[in-house]
């Protein structure tokens, strides 16, 4: 051990230094300096992931298969009725009006695939376009939008922990083209009085490209607001948004990790 070392150490037995908690080290990329959804909040860099696959990505013998191109049996409207979404060509389709859909069955910490495409015909702007969205546990968005020469605040973009962290960088394909998000969820625990013992963390891949590294969010995602976590069950649906615009699903699967 170097004397620096010792030296630092010496200071941190006296008290003299302070102590970073994990959490905080966690959340270097804490959105505390960006209020939700600031318009001056730098855009990250644009990559080009390289050309979208020819077919659906292969499915893992242990997976749980939620929709492989033929019906909507393993969703319903959150209110329990039935998915109101269309099914074609192999994709179920957002039926603008109909409501989100969830899974009938609930979940916690999961390898989640799916595969996305915004309407190949361009139809407004910013959060108007193209706009989804996929909520872990119901309430924990990666944001599904248009972000192809698209401009909209930094943290509510494609990929996007909607309203708290942007994408590190915007790997979007063209609107039409299939796109994929692999994310590895974590979710929260919470402590028998309900307070919370470990923030929910997020990895995702956005079409193979890194864009969110173990990142620790504050809270469950919202529009124009950051609330606290409140504690929930520890498995819960996972919902796609209808916000208006028919974007098209295919191949999506996980795999438990809980
Ligand atoms: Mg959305």
Known sequence: MTSVRLFF??????????????????????????????????????????????????VPEDAVVLFDGTDLSAWEHPDGSPAGWS???????VEPGAGSIQTKEDFGSVQLHVEWAAPAEVEGDGQNRG?????????????????????????????????QYPPLVNATRPPGEWQTYDIIFHRPHFGADGSLVKPAR???????????????????????????????????????QDHGAPVRFRNIWLRRLD
Request: without cysteine; proline residues 12%.
């Open 87 to 93: 099914v074609q060509d192999g994709a179920m389709v």
């Open 202 to 240: 997020m990895t995702v891949y956005h079409n193979g490209v890194l864009v969110h590294d173990h990142t620790t969010l504050t809270g469950p995602t919202a529009h124009q607001d950051r609330p606290p976590y409140e504690a929930h069950a520890r498995a819960l649906p996972l919902r796609l």
């Open 131 to 163: 706009n989804s969205g996929v909520f872990l546990m119901g309430a924990y968005e990666v944001q599904v939008l248009d972000s192809y020469q698209n401009e909209t605040y930094a943290d509510g973009q494609a990929a996007a922990i909607y309203g």
């Open 9 to 58: 150490l010496a200071l941190l037995a006296l008290g003299l230094l302070p102590m970073t908690s994990p959490v905080a080290a966690q959340n270097e990329r804490a959105p505390v300096y960006w209020d939700v959804h600031a318009p001056d909040r730098p855009t990250p860099p644009v990559v080009n992931p390289g050309p979208a696959p020819s077919a659906p990505a292969p």
